[in-house]
DNA sequence: TAAATATATTTGTTTAAACAAGTATTTTAA
DNA sequence: TTAAAATACTTGTTTAAACAAATATATTTA
């Protein structure tokens, strides 16, 4: 369905600003897909991609602020993201003896499983887009051309 | 900048989740001008989406879900978005007559003054995007096709 | 028409985003 | 070398998303 009739407006003001709206439904929509699956998980998308952060440097630990630079949206709470983890015995903490103001987080066995179940379903993830991969790639280079 | 640059990622399993994840990370990027835009007015992006939908019913009235249903988030909470516009007196809000289920909301004179005002900077917020008129509407034919 | 179902909205809870302000270290620069 | 600035992180508040449950009214159907 084009975007006109998914929020039933006829006209935008430019193509541009078409763009914009359709980036931000279509972005929402993606992350309602990416929760189904997360959500059996009992894990939320902003946990999930702290882990997946994580896991790039296992067995290596990271600060909070290196998993901030590397998150999708620049202005996560990692502080208490990463409390509500540690509840969950995901992942680890403790103060950095090189730097004391930062803290060493680490990914626990637990955390690991509960990775690697979670790839199990990951072949749907990467097919919630309808898009061939030359489409893909053409989609990607717009994007990144568009935020300048 | 690349997508791998801004956030630290080289490798990605497929183009397809390179694009899931250009477009989560694009749209907050976006979300982001956006919204040092309306924090001039005081207002949120969300409760911008709500002016936008009553000003195109102007001066008819709406219900709160036919609203939700021309959201971008179609998890919006509007009724509590609708009780904070009614306490900054941006709308009213009235049982409906024929449907005592169902509450009409209008804008208020106030409502509209202020949208006035978004209007005189609008042309920035079109130009967000840093894309040709061409490539504006490759974009967004392209998400359409994304989401089936 | 009465009971079941559907619809419109509200309310409650947890998680998270946006923003500001605070604390404890570390780095820098006078 | 010590005061100022920067950095890493925490905490508090408001707004909002995600989800479930409740309430009131309307519609359907047996």
């Known amino acids: 369905m084009k975007i006109e009739e998914e929020i039933?407006?006829?006209?935008?003001?430019?193509?541009?600003?078409?763009?914009?709206?359709?980036?931000?439904y279509t972005a929402n929509w993606i992350q309602g897909r990416l929760q189904e699956t997360f959500k059996l998980f009992n894990?939320?998308?902003?946990?999930?991609?702290?882990?997946?952060?994580?896991?790039?440097?296992?067995?290596?630990?990271?600060?909070?602020?290196e998993i901030k630079s590397r998150m999708l949206d620049k202005n996560s709470d990692v502080s208490r993201l990463l409390d509500r983890l540690l509840v969950k015995k995901i992942i680890?903490?403790?103060?950095?003896?090189?730097?004391?103001?930062?803290?060493?987080?680490?990914?626990?066995?637990?955390?690991?499983?509960?990775?690697?179940?979670?790839?199990?379903?990951?072949q749907q993830i990467d097919s919630i887009l309808l898009l061939s991969e030359e489409e893909a790639v053409q989609l990607?280079?717009?994007?990144?051309?568009?935020?300048?």
């Open 43 to 65: 894990i939320t998308l902003q946990q999930y991609n702290i882990l997946r952060i994580l896991r790039g440097q296992h067995p290596n630990s990271i600060s909070a602020t």
């Open 8 to 24: 039933k407006q006829q006209k935008f003001r430019s193509p541009q600003q078409k763009a914009v709206i359709n980036t931000i």
């Open 92 to 122: 680890t903490k403790r103060t950095c003896p090189e730097d004391k103001r930062a803290a060493d987080i680490n990914l626990t066995e637990e955390g690991l499983e509960l990775l690697r179940s979670i790839d199990k379903t990951q």
């Open 140 to 148: 990607s280079e717009l994007l990144d051309k568009c935020r300048g």
